[in-house]
């Protein structure tokens, strides 16, 4: 038998928790000092202390604990919530993350506001070209894993060899959800031969258009000054958007920093 302090220090929590679970009826002492009224606890009674607090760092309130701690969860259940949970504050982490990533990226673009960056644009004629491509609402700041993953796999289905380099095509659809904005994004790789398409993949040629161009090197919110420059260029030379712009990425696609070229195809 062990006092109650002795007790909360074998089970790592505060002797306030253990009189609170006291309380609840949540774990009883094994035995009170009629004389003291000093609590004292058995080993024994170490799972169940183990078990309230794994299901409180769940999630569960302690009501519900009591009734699963009646109903004695089998491990593998317990196992099973533990993922679950692991799987959740992971998202929540990852969030937060590219929240931090976002902040961080907005405030080098307001110390550079006195200094934006010199692109030169230029203009060119781009051929028609044969792309594989899967197009949807795509959550903006997000790094397109979900289509370069079903990309990937087009081509692994059909034998070829990825020759790159992708690109993005912006459409002007947008849609406001309860956890951010999503934009509606056609993600392409080149094709050197014409490939029968499925359900998600559609291949299809790229027009040839007459594209004003700049190419900037960064990460994702770098995009957005060349965007920027770019229709800045179009207001001074009197020139139109005619088309989705493209995004392509002719190096770091997967990385942080990339080189991307961006094209406005563009009318007088």
Known sequence: MLKIGEFARVGQVSIATLRHYD???LLKPS???PESSY???SLDQLPRLNRILALKDLGFPLEQIAQQLEESLPLEVLHGMF???QAQTQQIIDTEQARLARIAAR????EQEENMPDYEVRLKQVD??????????VALGSNFAEPRTRLQSYLEQQEIAHSGPDMLLWYSRHEAREDGLYADVEFATPLRRLLPGNEHITVH???EHLMACTVFTGDVLASGQAFA??????????YWLVGPPRQIYLQGLHQDVSVVEVQFPVGR
């Open 205 to 207: 040629t790229l027009p």
């Open 31 to 33: 035995a009170l000092d």
């Open 107 to 110: 405030l080098r673009q307001i």
């Open 83 to 85: 993922r679950l949970k």
């Open 229 to 238: 420059v770019l229709h800045r260029w179009l207001d001074d030379n009197s």
């Open 39 to 41: 609590r004292y606890y």
């Open 23 to 25: 309380q609840l009826g």
């Open 128 to 137: 028609p070209l044969l792309v594989a491509s899967t197009r949807g609402l």
